[in-house]
T-cell receptor
Framework: GAGVSQSPRYKVAKRGQDVALRCDPI?????LFWYQQALGQGPEFLTY????????KSGLPSDRFFAERPEGSVSTLKIQRTQQEDSAVYLC?????????????FGEGSRLTVL | TQLLEQSPQFLSIQEGENLTVYCNSS?????LQWYRQEPGEGPVLLVT?????EVKKLKRLTFQFGDARKDSSLHITAAQPGDTGLYLC????????????FGTGTRLKVLA
């Protein structure tokens, strides 16, 4: 498809398990963002990539969270030793521009539930 | 920490009524965007405002950016059930940055 694709759509993990969430941005989009969204709340910034470079990871909640985009296209958000407070929807967005007026195109999100 | 506070948090109105959603901050934003999000979907951009005092209209939706670029409002005229969703403002602090900060969200329900 032409949009941002995220997988899996739903993930249930037992506390302590590692999870990996994948984002396939729109082809040619330079910028890629990861956000965390709690139920009924606005998305919270996690990290930003410009091509393969991770320019900002200030929003990652702890060192259990790790993101990569090795070839400047597909990105993976990895959460190690998941905790219940990690339960949320993880949204990926991409943008053609690196300017502050660029439109963010979001995927449908990956809903993570940690038991 | 959310820099952008939205009000009201929840709004339930009858079809045909008018409403205004507010997005406020103590920070100055280079630009501000409004998104709408439906359940199970990602947010979708409605509008981008850049200039202080700017007003943009999109059919029944009117968006305004405050003169000081610290706040914004979204006004919907004659709301319809299709307007139901989570409305989010998002701003960027500084002209040379990419970090979009989202507001706390306003959940709107329009009853037929």
């Amino acid at each position: 498809g032409a949009g941002v694709s995220q997988s899996p759509r739903y993930k249930v993990a037992k506390r302590g398990q590692d999870v990996a969430l994948r984002c396939d941005p729109i082809s040619g989009h330079v910028s890629l963002f990861w956000y965390q969204q709690a139920l009924g709340q606005g998305p919270e910034f996690l990290t930003y990539f410009q091509n393969e470079a991770q320019l900002d990871k200030s929003g990652l909640p702890s060192d259990r969270f790790f993101a990569e985009r090795p070839e400047g296209s597909v990105s993976t958000l990895k959460i190690q030793r998941t905790q219940q407070e990690d339960s949320a929807v993880y949204l990926c967005a991409s943008s053609f521009l690196i300017l502050h007026t660029g439109e963010l195109f979001f995927g449908e999100g990956s809903r993570l539930t940690v038991l | 920490t959310q820099l952008l506070e939205q009000s009201p948090q929840f709004l339930s109105i009858q079809e045909g009524e008018n409403l205004t959603v507010y997005c406020n901050s103590s920070s100055v934003f280079s630009s501000l965007q409004w998104y709408r999000q439906e359940p199970g979907e990602g947010p979708v951009l409605l509008v981008t405002v850049v200039t202080g005092g700017e007003v943009k209209k999109l059919k029944r939706l009117t968006f305004q950016f405050g003169d000081a670029r610290k706040d914004s409002s979204l006004h919907i005229t004659a709301a319809q059930p299709g307007d139901t969703g989570l409305y989010l403002c998002a701003g960027v602090v500084g002209a040379r940055t990419y970090k979009y900060i989202f507001g706390t969200g306003t959940r709107l329900k329009v009853l037929a």
